[in-house]
């Protein structure tokens, strides 16, 4: 300050000081002439004044000159000196001023947020970058309320417009809602309040826009995590120590502790005591290894009930890899437990009567021989059939049925051994696994058989069925196996040809497998397989029989079909046909007839000598239920392009045991289309008056059985009389087969019958031998 002051003192002191050398040079030299005028002057006022006293005066006026003009020079250099101060200041100044709005652009852009102000009487808007980018508009834009507005999400814009209106009307106002830029979703926090004067009265509108979409993503996924905290799941958070921290609601659902309880306690306290030391090591061990760790384990409840958990432990560690938290999720899975014991029960026993099914009773099979591998001691296997119990269901009901063999399986229950396993095979078959029997084969023999002939004796006592008595019958069929391992699907086939042989000697009895009886069983494997062959090496033909009046005329036919086998040659259907019904291969079969026979019917109607017949096909009750079974006569006669009235389909009486109001409904639907019905062995099986009524039939055919004794059998005779007169009361006509001799013909002409077939009028041909009478 001191050097300032000698400064600024001495510079204006010396210049003075030069100043006045300056002035009094001048004063001399260069202005004599005003000097002589000023003494002249002076001697003209006053002649006493002498020459010394004019240089005193020239001395007098230099000095005041040289101050004046040293004071005006100083003033000058103040002047610059703070001019040039002042332009110091002011870039000083504007520099801190750029400083503190780029710290605020700074800090705007770090936290996010942008400001604006607008005054009361114009709607523009001065807004920062910040605000700029937040809004998404470009720099230098015009900007009004409506601008921001409109950007604003649908779904907020009435919740903004009305906190701008609030805004407007002179009230501080605070809103969070959402803006769409290049159609991405922005959440936004503004501020809105009004700049007062000092008497109170607003003259700006300033306010602060915030970009939280970050904080509203964090937001929603603290809620998400939270919502997921308290999940369905038990989930406990603990230090590295493994003392819980935190624990949610499930978890005091699953264990029974409360929050309070829980925390501060080591995870130890849900031991159930079922796991040792190793299996925690291990679990340690893992955790170490990998950070993870997932499994069953079971634990104890707070109530000291033990039960089955899936849990999840993951480790949580800082970022120099040192564990700090373990979070755990817990899933109490006893009713998975339950849920898959009951799978496995299902998976292994029959849901009907609760026995073990064919794959547990194979399961235990093969572990059984594998241990008579090892021991001299021989086994049994007993495999038994209910008879007649098709009839069973058939006339007292599938749910009679299903009753009876829940109490046989009781029964046969009671009747064995401990130890001993018994399997419902499937529908009415029943297997019995005697384990442990004699050494001795003949001994071992001796214990089935008597094990045998109890389960015969129980199953004939009657049977309560829901207040019905019904008694029933079956057949055993039995196999011994021993030292030599055997194989179990081969055991299992040689007791069930022991069952059939016994069915087959009349039931209510048991017999031991022979070697024998396996033929049967290989016969039959082979007739299916060469049937199977044959139909896809299309091998069969139709024959036709000729059916006629009373003249003799040919009136039909019917189509019987025949095997023409490449190595047994032309093979009868009594052969084929039931093992076609029981593989299945009676549908393809079928439909193979219904097409060939309505083909044939195609070629008649071309031939005026012809055109008039009739064909009849004979239809299983298999293929008769199935589904499609009524569009597929639909479809092969509208191929064939036949009149359907021609086509008669020959139906047994076995259709009407089951579901009877289906077959008349389907039988109505085909009758609607012209086909005609033929009611097959009339007399031989189950005859139900009140169905035959309501059947679409157009005809009776009486069973060759009745037509072949009834001339030397009376009962055979009445028979035939009577299915005539029924016929004719119901309005239908009637047909009588495997009539041979004229003597048969002309009883049945006599009894009214007016239809015939059989080798009287010619053997089936694949050409039919028709007459014109």
């Known amino acids: 300050m001191h050097a300032y002051l000698r400064q600024f003192l001495t510079k204006p002191l010396l210049f003075a000081m030069g100043t006045f050398l300056l002035a009094m040079l001048t004063s001399f030299t260069l202005i004599p002439e005003m000097r002589n005028r000023s003494v002249d002057n002076i001697k003209l006022l006053d002649p006493s004044i002498t020459v010394r006293q004019d240089t005193l005066f020239n001395y007098v006026v230099g000095f005041i000159f040289s101050a004046m003009l040293a004071y005006l020079v100083r003033l000058l250099l103040e002047a610059r000196e703070q001019k040039r101060g002042l332009k110091k200041i002011i870039e000083k100044r504007t520099a801190q001023l750029a400083q503190r709005e780029a710290e605020l652009r700074r800090a705007q852009t770090i936290s996010k947020t942008g400001s604006w102000i607008s005054s009361l009487d114009n709607q523009d808007i001065r807004y920062t970058e910040e605000a700029c980018r937040i809004w998404g508009i470009n720099p230098d834009s015009k900007i009004t309320c409506a601008t921001i507005l409109q950007r604003v999400h649908p779904d907020d814009r009435t919740l903004a417009g009305n906190a701008w209106d609030r805004a407007m009307s002179g009230q ?93 306690k080591q995870t130890s306290l849900l031991k159930s005591g079922m796991h040792g030391n190793s299996f925690y090591a291990e679990m340690t061990g893992h955790l170490e290894k990998s950070g993870y760790w997932q499994g069953e384990i079971w634990n104890r409840r707070k109530n000291g009930e033990v039960y089955p958990e899936w849990l999840t432990i993951t480790a949580v560690k800082s970022g120099n890899g040192k564990v700090v938290n373990y979070v755990a999720t817990m899933l109490d899975i006893t009713q998975r437990k339950t849920t898959e014991a009951k799978l496995e029960h299902l998976a292994y026993h029959d849901a009907l009567t609760g026995l073990a099914n064919r794959r547990l009773l194979l399961d235990r099979l093969q572990h059984t021989l594998l241990s008579k591998s090892r021991h001299n001691r021989f086994g049994a296997l007993l495999f038994l059939d209910l008879d007649n119990f098709k009839s069973i269901n058939d ?80 057949s055993i069929g039995i196999t011994l196996f021993g030292r030599h391992s055997d ?52 091998q069969f033909v139709l024959h036709y029989q000729a059916q006629v009046n009373a003249a003799g005329k040919t009136i039909g036919a019917e189509a019987l079909i025949r095997w023409q086998h490449p190595q047994r040659g ?99 639907q085909l009758k609607m289309q012209g086909v005609g019905f033929s009611l097959d062995d009339f007399g031989t099986g189950y005859s139900s008056l009140s169905y035959l009524r309501r059947l679409p039939l157009d005809q009776l055919k009486i069973d060759q059985s009745f037509v072949r004794e009834m001339l030397n059998n009376t009962n055979d005779a009445v028979i035939t009389r009577t299915i005539i007169g029924l016929g004719q009361s119901l309005g239908l006509a009637v047909i009588a087969e495997g009539v041979e001799t004229s003597a048969q013909q002309k009883f049945l002409v006599q009894q009214g019958c007016q239809a015939f077939q059989g080798y009287l009028y010619g053997k089936p041909s694949p050409d039919l031998i028709y007459t014109k009478g």
């Open 172 to 264: 501080d106002m605070e809103i969070e809602h959402r803006i769409l830029v290049d159609t991405q979703i922005r959440w936004l926090h503004i501020q809105i309040k009004l700049e007062r004067q000092a008497d109170g009265s607003a003259i700006n509108r300033y306010g602060t826009v915030q970009d939280i979409t970050e904080r509203k993503h964090v937001e929603e996924d603290l809620r998400i995590a939270a919502i997921a905290f308290e999940g369905q799941e038990g989930m406990v958070i603990t230090d590295e120590h493994r003392t819980i921290l935190r624990v949610n609601q499930a978890f005091t659902r699953i264990t029974g502790y409360t929050r309070e309880e829980a925390i501060g």
């Open 487 to 538: 194989d179990a699907e081969e055991l299992l086939k040689q007791v069930e040809v022991a069952m059939y042989e016994a069915k087959a000697s009349g039931g209510n009895l048991f017999r031991f497998f022979d070697p024998d009886m396996l033929d049967i069983v290989n016969a039959r494997a082979a007739m299916e397989a060469d049937l199977r062959l044959g139909l896809a090496q299309q």
């Open 395 to 474: 006339t007292i009901g599938h749910g009679k049925g299903d009753l009876l063999l829940q109490v046989v399986a009781k029964r046969l229950a009671h009747s064995i051994r401990q130890g001993d396993t018994l399997a419902r095979h499937g529908g009415d078959e029943f297997v019995l696994l005697l384990d442990d029997l004699s050494d001795n084969m003949r001994e071992a023999a001796i214990e089935a058989q008597m094990i045998a002939t109890k389960i015969l004796s129980d199953l004939h006592q009657p049977y309560d069925l829901e207040h019905l008595e019904y008694h029933s019958s079956a």
């Open 570 to 668: 032309l093979v009868s259907p009594a052969e084929f046909i039931p093992q076609a019904e029981e593989s299945g291969l009676i549908i393809p079969l079928g439909i193979w007839i219904l097409q060939t026979a309505c083909q044939k019917l195609a070629e008649w109607q071309q031939d005026p000598a012809t055109s008039a017949l009739t064909l009849a096909v004979n239809v299983s009750a298999r293929q008769f239920k199935q589904i499609d079974f009524v569009a597929q006569v639909q479809d092969i006669i509208r191929h064939a392009n036949i009149d359907a009235s021609k086509l008669k389909l020959e139906l047994t009486e076995s259709l009407l045991v089951d579901n009877a109001e289906e077959t008349i409904a389907r039988m109505n």
